[in-house]
């Protein structure tokens, strides 16, 4: 039977009562016309009102059942078919043929689902809803050697994994063990790839990460690195980038990451430390980057300073200083940085030369290096003496005070503001509020008074009060013309201001009492009503300091 018309006519008429041949001859010669034209052939089947009945014809015992799945998995590679499709009530019954043990029905199930679905969120959610993770999970475990129908799993996986719906699913089932055992046997690289396409997704998952780290997943993308490691050819060298960086997205979460760590001592942290003096820059990023996310608590930062992690980082920015990789710069600061959080670090990172190395980056043009050198500095000066050397350092406040102005990239802007502030609170140095005065850095510090961060707001008013206690006369125009008189007032006035904002702002008002010009702008402002309404405030500490700023304004006047 060659003539669709035909066959189409007469699978409508007598699809229910056909017998099984003239079925099985009619769907042969849908296949025939859809593999020699699908588009036209799906748009007279579109019109025939087939696809209505196709939803009955998918029963798990007939024979021709396989052949009406793979007419629906061609019809729906249209994009025009899938809703029709949908229409036509076919997803339910595709998903009860997924308990079958028919391999060739299974594997034309799977297309005929996926295609349907194809880029369709929503309904790879109706999927998920009706179950089909746990089954297609288990079909991988039973199929693992037919080659075709594991691929149809691989990219059913792929899909359905990108949904955040999905993971908790997945987490449910043994799927890391099936894809690891799957990893494992694969020699080709594109079978390799199709597997990482799924662990990059699922790899997202907390829960899902320690089972891939339970599975032995670390130990087979070691071996990838250790085989690919010198390797030229291009689908080596992207089979280790996807390996090393699969790894450190394994090191993000908090069980898998402390696993591996083994108190300092485990196999595979050694094996990525090594990594970091290696020649290849992939693993020189992967390797600095794992750092930084065994760097996550206290602990371990404490035992990678004492084993010479530190000198191991620096050295690999040395070798990044002139023109070098912004990666690898960006994640050997990042490590440094999460390094340098434990207080005791800090001392034994600055006698190592950590902010002479870091200092080296100042010329970078890159924003997300620069947003990682603040960071790394800020973690690093809580000691007087080292806010003081900073302080001085005349190239390093000047291009904080460019940053500060840095409007294109947030993140640079507040953690210059922020490191601008540090280096007065710690250093208390009257040589480094001059420098800054000198520089222009007193403006960017009134301007992040009125931060939408509380905690920024606190660090500058708390900068503010130190300079007006220590250098009020070399700062006075600077504050006078960076408005902060009305900036205090409004701040006192704003019943949305936090306790703690109240207060700096108190405590920098009496310091400022010291200015002529701007203890007559306090006046003019009316500064005495405000305070004095927050001798009744709710907090204490504001409490008092306001009776102690309203006495200071009122004999002051």
Same mark, same amino acid.
């Given at each position: 039977?060659?003539?669709?018309?035909?066959?189409?006519?007469?699978?409508?008429?007598?699809?229910?009562?056909?017998?099984?041949?003239?079925?099985?001859?009619?769907?042969?010669?849908?296949?025939?016309?859809?593999?020699?034209?699908?588009?036209?052939?799906?748009?007279?089947?579109?019109?025939?009102? $087939?696809?209505?009945?196709?939803?009955?014809?998918?029963?798990?015992?007939?024979?021709?059942?396989?052949?009406?799945?793979? =007419?629906?998995?061609?019809?729906?590679?249209?994009?025009?078919?899938?809703? /029709?499709?949908?229409?036509?009530?076919?997803?339910? /019954?595709?998903?009860?043929?997924?308990?079958?043990?028919?391999?060739?029905?299974?594997?034309?199930?799977?297309?005929?689902?996926?295609?349907?679905?194809?880029?369709?969120?929503?309904?790879?959610?109706?999927?998920?809803?009706?179950?089909?993770?746990?089954?297609?999970?288990?079909?991988?475990?039973?199929?693992?050697?037919?080659?075709?129908?594991?691929?149809?799993?691989?990219?059913?996986?792929?899909?359905?994994?990108?949904?955040?719906?999905?993971?908790?699913?997945?987490?449910?089932?043994?799927?890391?063990?099936?894809?690891?055992?799957?990893?494992?046997?694969?020699?080709?690289?594109?079978?390799?790839?199709?597997?990482?396409?799924?662990?990059?997704?699922?790899?997202?998952?907390?829960?899902?990460?320690?089972?891939?780290?339970?599975?032995?997943?670390?130990?087979?993308?070691?071996?990838?690195?250790?085989?690919?490691?010198?390797?030229?050819?291009?689908?080596?060298?992207?089979?280790?980038?996807?390996?090393?960086?699969?790894?450190?997205?394994?090191?993000?979460?908090?069980?898998?990451?402390?696993?591996?760590?083994?108190?300092?001592?485990?196999?595979?942290?050694?094996?990525?430390?090594?990594?970091?003096?290696?020649?290849?820059?992939?693993?020189?990023?992967?390797?600095?980057? !794992?750092?930084?996310?065994?760097?996550?608590?206290?602990?371990?930062? $404490?035992?990678?300073?004492?084993?010479? $992690?530190?000198?191991?980082?620096?050295?690999?920015?040395?070798?990044?200083?002139?023109?070098?990789?912004?990666?690898?710069?960006? &994640?050997?600061?990042?490590?440094?940085?999460?390094?340098?959080?434990?207080?005791?670090?800090?001392?034994?990172?600055?006698?190592?030369?950590?902010?002479?190395?870091?200092?080296?980056?100042?010329?970078?043009?890159?924003?997300?290096?620069?947003?990682?050198?603040?960071?790394?500095?800020?973690?690093? =000066?809580?000691?007087?003496?080292?806010?003081?050397?900073?302080?001085?350092?005349?190239?390093?406040?000047?291009?904080?005070?460019?940053?500060?102005?840095?409007?294109?990239? &947030?993140?640079?802007?507040?953690?210059?503001?922020?490191?601008?502030?540090?280096? @007065?609170?710690?250093?208390?140095?009257?040589?480094?509020?001059?420098? @800054?005065?000198?520089?222009?850095?007193?403006?960017?510090?009134?301007?992040?008074?009125?931060?939408?961060?509380? =905690?920024?707001?606190?660090?500058?008013?708390?900068?503010?009060?130190?300079?007006?206690?220590?250098?009020?006369?070399?700062?006075?125009?600077?504050?006078?013309?960076?408005?902060?008189?009305? $900036?205090?007032?409004?701040?006192?006035?704003?019943?949305?201001?936090?306790?703690?904002?109240?207060?700096?702002?108190?405590?920098?008002?009496?310091?400022?009492?010291?200015?002529?010009?701007?203890?007559?702008?306090?006046?003019?402002?009316?500064?005495?009503?405000?305070?004095?309404?927050?001798?009744?405030?709710?907090?204490?500490?504001?409490?008092?300091? !306001?009776?102690?700023?309203?006495?200071?304004?009122?004999?002051?006047?």
């Amino acid at each position: 039977m060659d003539n669709l018309s035909d066959a189409l006519k007469k699978l409508k008429i007598t699809a229910i009562d056909i017998s099984e041949d003239s079925l099985e001859g009619c769907l042969d010669c849908l296949l025939q016309a859809l593999a020699q034209n699908n588009m036209e052939t799906s748009e007279k089947l579109q019109g025939s009102g $087939i696809l209505q009945l196709f939803a009955s014809l998918l029963t798990p015992h007939s024979p021709c059942t396989a052949k009406v799945a793979n =007419i629906i998995a061609e019809v729906a590679k249209n994009e025009f078919m899938r809703l /029709p499709c949908v229409e036509a009530g076919l997803i339910p /019954p595709l998903v009860q043929l997924l308990n079958c043990k028919d391999q060739e029905l299974l594997l034309q199930t799977g297309r005929a689902l996926g295609n349907i679905c194809y880029d369709s969120h929503a309904l790879q959610a109706q999927l998920i809803n009706m179950g089909v993770i746990p089954t297609l999970v288990k079909l991988l475990g039973i199929h693992c050697q037919n080659s075709a129908l594991t691929e149809m799993c691989l990219v059913a996986f792929g899909n359905l994994a990108e949904l955040e719906s999905s993971k908790e699913q997945f987490a449910y089932t043994n799927i890391a063990e099936e894809l690891v055992k799957l990893f494992k046997k694969q020699i080709e690289h594109d079978k390799k790839e199709m597997i990482f396409e799924v662990l990059a997704p699922l790899a997202e998952n907390d829960a899902i990460k320690l089972q891939l780290v339970d599975a032995g997943l670390v130990e087979c993308l070691l071996e990838i690195v250790q085989q690919t490691v010198d390797s030229e050819r291009e689908e080596d060298i992207a089979e280790l980038k996807t390996a090393s960086d699969l790894m450190v997205l394994l090191l993000l979460g908090d069980e898998s990451m402390q696993k591996l760590f083994e108190g300092g001592k485990g196999s595979v942290f050694q094996r990525v430390l090594s990594w970091v003096p290696s020649n290849n820059h992939q693993l020189q990023l992967a390797g600095a980057l !794992a750092i930084a996310n065994f760097a996550r608590n206290d602990g371990n930062c $404490i035992h990678m300073v004492e084993n010479g $992690i530190v000198q191991k980082l620096m050295d690999l920015l040395d070798r990044h200083v002139e023109d070098g990789n912004v990666t690898v710069q960006h &994640a050997a600061l990042s490590a440094l940085r999460n390094l340098a959080i434990p207080v005791v670090n800090k001392a034994k990172m600055l006698s190592a030369g950590v902010a002479e190395a870091v200092l080296k980056f100042l010329k970078s043009e890159m924003p997300p290096v620069q947003f990682k050198l603040l960071g790394t500095l800020r973690m690093l =000066i809580d000691a007087q003496e080292a806010a003081e050397q900073l302080g001085k350092n005349v190239k390093l406040v000047q291009r904080l005070v460019e940053w500060c102005e840095a409007k294109d990239h &947030a993140g640079v802007m507040g953690e210059s503001n922020r490191l601008l502030s540090a280096l @007065i609170r710690h250093s208390k140095s009257k040589d480094v509020i001059n420098t @800054i005065v000198q520089n222009d850095g007193v403006k960017h510090l009134v301007t992040m008074a009125t931060s939408e961060h509380v =905690i920024m707001q606190n660090e500058a008013l708390v900068a503010l009060a130190l300079i007006a206690a220590l250098e009020l006369v070399t700062a006075e125009k600077d504050l006078e013309n960076a408005k902060l008189v009305p $900036i205090l007032h409004r701040l006192l006035a704003d019943e949305r201001s936090a306790p703690e904002i109240k207060y700096n702002s108190m405590v920098l008002i009496c310091a400022l009492l010291g200015s002529e010009t701007l203890h007559k702008e306090m006046q003019s402002l009316a500064f005495l009503e405000v305070v004095s309404k927050l001798r009744s405030h709710e907090n204490k500490t504001v409490a008092q300091q !306001a009776s102690l700023t309203e006495q200071r304004l009122a004999v002051d006047s």
